[in-house]
């Protein structure tokens, strides 16, 4: 079903609104006629839908009830990239209601995040850099389902891996990933999440260190392979042109990745001069067999296997990596539920290229692995599956989702349109799109979420920075066909999501120590202060509405460490240590401890409080620290 909203000349985003400049896909000058072979395609459906659009708005009718009424769960988590907010965002679905952001790459106040001893070692480590550029959250599956106990998220901006741990919601780890720029992919081998892996959009000298700096043909791209559990590098493969976005096969086996720079340019028309690029098929478990023979230059103490065309490894007829030819700069690329295909999304051509993935060990040319290629529209990004043989592909110059059928695509001839079942308006330029599910084997088929990158005039006006709309769609029902249900203006800016049922999360709602590494303070018992020379160790708790001890008082130039839990064991009773002047407050929710080091550099007195109001008398929560000057 089309909706009525591509009739406004502003929203035909191949020229942005009150911009006079070139489209921004100059090669896709083809939207009217895909456009009119869309409507042709999607009339059949369009005759069972009538009546289900509301007027002038094209707003579906209200029978879709995504209602979640006061005091209700949703049923699903939905958990969306922050972007260059450097976060993870936790909504419910089908409410869309926010309900926790998860920091992963910035320091964060509010829960405290890099602000005690831990997390800011922890993120000095991983680089010291104040911001990150999160796009993928992945969360880990057992036997090609949700097991809930992780959620992997990638920083493009700085080459770096985060894991999450899902029974706190909490950043636990990250890698900072040598060898490579631009992270960008992040998606596990499955079926049991045994290798994460970082897929390396910018080509850089190999290693960076003041090398080839002007001589891109000497600049290279590699994938790397992550080990889960201690988040260590286990090892990268280095490949011709570069890698985008990226998806594992159902079978421990195969990883896939798009490659928009086939020809490794440096300026946006060399990188986008050919008429095809590739998507890249990794046979990781030959790749491990390499490893283990010892086949691999080690690089920044990583081990680094030669995947570049030309490298022996390629040679015969198991080659390492297979390099599919296919249009043009592709971006996204999904398995299929099933694990039979893999689609990549062609971007500056209106195609999917669907890859039939046992056929790769079969075919001498890798082309010949590829079975379809549907014409789908302009600008496709990003392809999610409903368990029920269609596809949806994101649309960027159209401004749509288009929903598509599978194996109609594959006994269609290639370009043709046959496949198209119908396409949705959303608002406006969607970049990923995700569906309940969609990464495992058995995909809900209810939801969609569009996550749009420009919002327009669909919300009030709040300055020159627009937030985006993540756009709930309802994909339940083929008969009546896809419907919009929802707008929600996000903060810039979620890129990919994900979508897992919510019995398959557990979290914790009150900490247990044994998971902490900092010392545990059990009560006024447990509390001391202990003095050396120019240091003093604060151990002491909180519990509504004291910190244990009502006046600390240090001398100037001391190292002073508080070492503190929060003693309640009550859910959602929260406190925080906010010391004032020294940039501190960590948050200590039920039976969390945290340690906080600092030197007592200033004279005075600072009234240190807590930050999250606890009680009626959590104004009066706050003790002194007494800082006397030095002799
Ligand atoms: S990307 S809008 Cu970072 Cu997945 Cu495609
Ligand atoms: Cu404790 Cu407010």
Same mark, same amino acid.
């Given at each position: 079903?089309?909706?009525?909203?591509?009739?406004?000349?502003?929203?035909?985003?191949?020229?942005?609104?009150?911009?006079?400049?070139?489209?921004?896909?100059?090669?896709?000058?083809?939207?009217?006629?895909?456009?009119?072979?869309?409507?042709?395609?999607?009339?059949?459906?369009?005759?069972?839908?009538?009546?289900?659009?509301?007027?002038?708005?094209?707003?579906?009718?209200?029978?879709?009830?995504?209602?979640?009424?006061?005091?209700?769960?949703?049923?699903?988590?939905?958990?969306?990239?922050?972007?260059?907010?450097?976060?993870?965002r936790v909504y419910g679905v089908p409410s869309m209601r926010q309900i926790m952001r998860i920091p992963v790459f910035q320091r964060e106040s509010a829960r405290g995040y890099g602000h005690d001893d831990e997390t800011r070692r922890m993120l000095e480590e991983a680089g010291g850099y104040t911001w990150g550029d999160t796009h993928h959250p992945r969360v880990s599956q057992t036997d090609n389902d949700y097991d809930g106990r992780w959620l992997f998220i990638n920083d493009k901006a700085n080459g770096r891996m985060a894991r999450i741990d899902l029974k706190y919601f909490e950043t636990d780890a990250i890698v900072d990933i040598p060898n490579q720029q631009g992270t960008h992919g992040a998606c596990a081998r499955l079926p049991d999440t045994d290798l994460i892996f970082g897929v390396g959009e910018f080509r850089v000298p190999m290693p960076n260190d003041g090398r080839d700096v002007d001589d891109p043909a000497e600049y290279g791209s590699v994938l790397t392979a992550i080990e889960p559990e201690s988040m260590e590098v286990a090892w990268q493969v280095q490949v011709d042109g570069n890698l985008d976005n990226g998806d594992g096969g159902k079978n421990g086996r195969w990883f896939f990745a798009t490659d928009y720079n086939s020809e490794g340019g440096v300026t946006e028309s060399e990188m986008a001069a050919p008429d095809t690029d590739y998507v890249k098929a990794f046979d990781t478990l030959a790749i491990e067999e390499a490893v283990e023979a010892g086949e691999y230059e080690e690089l920044s103490g990583v081990p680094v296997v030669?995947?570049?065309?030309?490298?022996?490894?390629?040679?015969?007829?198991?080659?390492?990596?297979?390099?599919?030819?296919?249009?043009?700069?592709?971006?996204?690329?999904?398995?299929?539920?099933?694990?039979?295909?893999?689609?990549?999304?062609?971007?500056?051509?209106?195609?999917?290229?669907?890859?039939?993935?046992?056929?790769?060990?079969?075919?001498?040319?890798?082309?010949?692995?590829?079975?379809?290629?549907?014409?789908?529209?302009?600008?496709?990004?990003?392809?999610?599956?409903?368990?029920?043989?269609?596809?949806?592909?994101?649309?960027?110059?159209?401004?749509?989702?288009?929903?598509?059928?599978?194996?109609?695509?594959?006994?269609?001839? /290639? $370009?043709?349109? *046959?496949?198209? @079942? &119908?396409?949705? =308006?959303?608002?406006?330029?969607?970049?990923?799109?995700?569906?309940?599910?969609?990464?495992?084997?058995?995909?809900?088929?209810?939801?969609?979420?569009?996550?749009?990158?420009?919002?327009?005039?669909?919300?009030?006006?709040?300055?020159?920075?627009?937030?985006?709309?993540?756009?709930?769609?309802?994909?339940?029902?083929?008969?009546?066909?896809?419907?919009?249900?929802?707008?929600?203006?996000?903060?810039?800016?979620?890129h990919d999501a994900t979508i897992v049922q919510a019995e398959k999360i557990d979290p914790a709602s009150v900490y247990d120590p044994d998971d902490l590494a900092v010392e545990h303070i059990g009560g006024e018992?447990?509390?001391?202060?202990?003095?050396?020379?120019?240091?003093?160790?604060?151990?002491?708790?909180?519990?509504?509405?004291? /910190? $244990?001890?009502? *006046?600390?008082? @240090? &001398?100037?130039? =001391?190292?002073v460490t508080f070492t503190i839990t929060n003693i309640e064991s009550t859910d959602d009773i929260i406190h925080s240590l906010a010391i004032p002047q020294y940039d501190i407050n960590v948050k200590l929710a039920p039976q969390e401890s945290r340690e906080v080091t600092f030197t007592a550099d200033e004279p005075g007195v600072y009234w240190m409080y807590c930050g999250y109001f606890c009680s009626a008398l959590h104004l009066e929560m706050r003790s002194r620290l007494l800082v006397e000057p030095a002799e």
């Open positions: 079903m089309t909706q009525g909203h591509h009739t406004d000349e502003r929203y035909d985003t191949e020229t942005t609104p009150g911009d006079d400049r070139e489209p921004l896909f100059p090669r896709l000058a083809r939207r009217s006629f895909i456009k009119a072979g869309m409507a042709a395609g999607a009339a059949g459906s369009l005759a069972g839908c009538t009546g289900l659009l509301d007027g002038e708005t094209g707003t579906a009718a209200a029978e879709v009830d995504a209602d979640v009424d006061p005091g209700e769960h949703d049923e699903y988590y939905a958990f969306l990239s922050g972007g260059h907010s450097g976060d993870v030669d995947g570049r065309r030309d490298s022996p490894l390629n040679e015969g007829d198991e080659p390492i990596v297979h390099y599919v030819d296919v249009p043009k700069s592709p971006h996204g690329i999904s398995v299929t539920p099933d694990g039979e295909y893999a689609i990549a999304s062609g971007k500056l051509e209106p195609v999917c290229t669907i890859i039939e993935i046992d056929r790769l060990d079969e075919v001498e040319d890798p082309n010949d692995a590829i079975v379809g290629q549907p014409t789908v529209g302009g600008g496709p990004l990003h392809t999610v599956y409903d368990g029920r043989g269609h596809a949806y592909t994101s649309l960027f110059v159209d401004s749509q989702v288009v929903k598509w059928d599978i194996e109609t695509a594959i006994d269609s001839e /290639f $370009g043709s349109e *046959d496949a198209i @079942v &119908e396409t949705i =308006d959303v608002h406006y330029n969607p970049g990923h799109l995700i569906a309940a599910e969609s990464y495992t084997a058995e995909p809900q088929g209810d939801w969609l979420i569009s996550l749009n990158k420009l919002s327009q005039d669909r919300f009030l006006p709040v300055g020159p920075v627009f937030p985006e709309n993540d756009q709930l769609i309802y994909i339940g029902d083929d008969d009546e066909g896809m419907r919009l249900v929802k707008d929600t203006p996000a903060y810039p800016e979620p018992d447990d509390r001391e202060i202990v003095r050396e020379e120019g240091r003093v160790h604060v151990k002491t708790y909180s519990q509504r509405n004291n /910190f $244990g001890y009502t *006046d600390v008082t @240090v &001398e100037e130039g =001391d190292e």
